[in-house]
């Protein structure tokens, strides 16, 4: 299951973020997924391997609001720009959940990647921005 359209670009965003947050699966397959055993990954400026990204999952689905996830009150995941050109991906998009206490985290991210010759991901250099939101 690889990358070889901006929207199936679109879709792994959607998807990914989703199945890691409030998934049952296991976030290893769902790495293995979208993401080649030897990904990079780095979010402002911190590299992420494989065994943190897998230990992030858990305080996250501890955390997220699932029932409001599933909803569809508001998008979770909204897409302003999905581009690939070659094995080149990048991406604009905003990210909005909703905490098991109440709270909202909203981050708008900026992604830039290169994918491997099957359309898994190689590399991720991402910087996000926290907004505030009413």
Same mark, same amino acid.
């Given at each position: 299951?690889?990358?070889?359209?901006?929207?199936?670009?679109?879709? *792994?965003?959607?998807?990914?973020?989703?199945?890691?947050?409030?998934?049952?699966?296991? /976030?290893?397959?769902?790495?293995?997924?979208?993401?080649?055993?030897? *990904?990079?990954?780095? =979010?402002?400026?911190?590299?992420?391997?494989?065994?943190?990204?897998?230990?992030?999952?858990? /305080?996250?689905?501890? =955390?997220?609001?699932?029932?409001?996830?599933?909803?569809?009150?508001?998008?979770?995941?909204?897409?302003?720009?999905?581009?690939?050109?070659?094995?080149?991906?990048?991406?604009?998009?905003?990210?909005?959940?909703?905490?098991?206490?109440?709270?909202? *985290?909203?981050?708008?991210?900026?992604? *830039?990647?290169?994918?491997? /010759?099957?359309?898994?991901?190689?590399?991720?250099?991402?910087?996000?921005?926290?907004?505030?939101?009413?």
């Amino acid at each position: 299951m690889g990358i070889s359209s901006e929207h199936d670009l679109a879709d *792994f965003l959607v998807t990914y973020t989703r199945d890691m947050a409030v998934s049952d699966e296991d /976030p290893g397959t769902i790495l293995d997924r979208y993401f080649v055993p030897d *990904f990079e990954y780095r =979010n402002d400026g911190l590299v992420i391997d494989r065994q943190r990204m897998i230990d992030h999952v858990r /305080p996250v689905r501890r =955390n997220v609001d699932a029932a409001h996830m599933a909803s569809g009150d508001r998008p979770a995941v909204e897409i302003h720009e999905a581009l690939l050109s070659g094995d080149r991906i990048a991406a604009r998009w905003t990210l909005r959940t909703r905490l098991r206490k109440g709270k909202t *985290f909203a981050a708008e991210i900026y992604m *830039f990647g290169h994918l491997a /010759p099957d359309g898994r991901i190689q590399r991720i250099d991402q910087i996000t921005r926290e907004l505030t939101e009413d």
